[in-house]
């Protein structure tokens, strides 16, 4: 796996922080929430071929959990992404359908159009263990310990032998503060996006977050400039759209 790393330099953002971010993108550059939904989709897919399927998806079997919110959407473009690659992709979803936000729901009816499997938390597959688990299920707007079918699935993808890549931060985990809430993913790696969530820099939080990557999303360097940010960050992602962190 030829990625860039960095063991320093690359400053940390507070989920405030991460807000005014995605503000700024969709509001004073009109970097839509599906534009970045498919470059961290497609960078999560990308991360899961080299990382975890030796290259070449084809024929390996996948879940993907995925929520309601952002994240669940990222999850399902990734899940979209390596079914063309010829991977056997399963989504399991905590809730149904009318629960999920409009640009989730897009993904959500993408995925039943190709003919990806999308099943309840209840339904989860026990005859086929994956090769691998995405993690999509809560972002950084987490509020308080995952319930109910959320939950379920956590504790689904701990019990499984497979890995874990979660996208942007492991669900469970509180990406502003480091809090480790019960239940919450353990996972192998976490791909996070745009900038390192402050919480997952936390040494309490090491063994669930496993190893740290970075993905581009798109941000403007003006944008991280702007008086409400003031952060100097560099072309991090010159060399490559996902690094990892050290």
């Known amino acids: 796996m030829n990625l860039p790393s960095y063991a320093d330099g690359v400053p940390s953002v507070t989920t405030p922080q991460m807000i005014e971010v995605d503000r700024a993108m969709v509001e ?23 990382r975890f399927l030796e290259g070449n998806p084809l024929g390996k079997p996948i ?6 919110g952002g994240n669940g959407g990222g999850a399902m473009v990734a899940a979209r992404r390596l079914h063309g690659w010829g991977a056997r992709l399963v989504v399991l979803i905590p809730d149904p359908d009318q629960a999920f936000t409009p640009i989730p729901a897009h993904q959500l009816d993408i995925l039943r159009r190709i003919g ?14 994956p090769s691998l688990i995405l993690d999509g299920l809560i972002g950084y707007s987490l509020r308080g310990a995952p319930r109910g079918p959320a939950a379920d699935l956590i504790r689904w993808a701990n019990q499984q032998a497979a890995p ?3 996208l942007d931060v492991p669900s469970g985990v509180d990406a502003g503060t480091g809090t480790l ?31 740290l990557y970075l993905a581009d999303i798109s941000v403007p360097p003006q944008l991280y400039e702007s008086p409400a940010l003031g952060l100097s960050v560099g072309a991090i992602f010159a060399e490559a759209d996902v690094v990892r962190l050290r």
């Not at 990806?116 to 209840?122: G, H, R, S």
């Not at 790696?189 to 040494?203: F, I, Q």
């Open 28 to 50: 004073d550059y009109r970097i839509e929430l599906i534009q970045m939904m498919e470059n961290a989709g497609r960078n999560l897919a990308h991360l899961a071929r080299v």
């Open 63 to 68: 879940t993907a959990i995925a929520g309601t």
């Open 116 to 129: 990806v499997p999308v099943l309840p938390a209840a339904q989860a597959p026990d005859s086929v263990p």
């Open 164 to 166: 874990v890549l979660s």
């Open 181 to 211: 809430h019960d239940p919450a993913i353990r996972a192998t790696a976490t791909m996070t996006l745009a900038l390192p969530k402050e919480g997952l820099r936390k040494g309490e939080v090491a063994g669930c977050v496993g190893e």
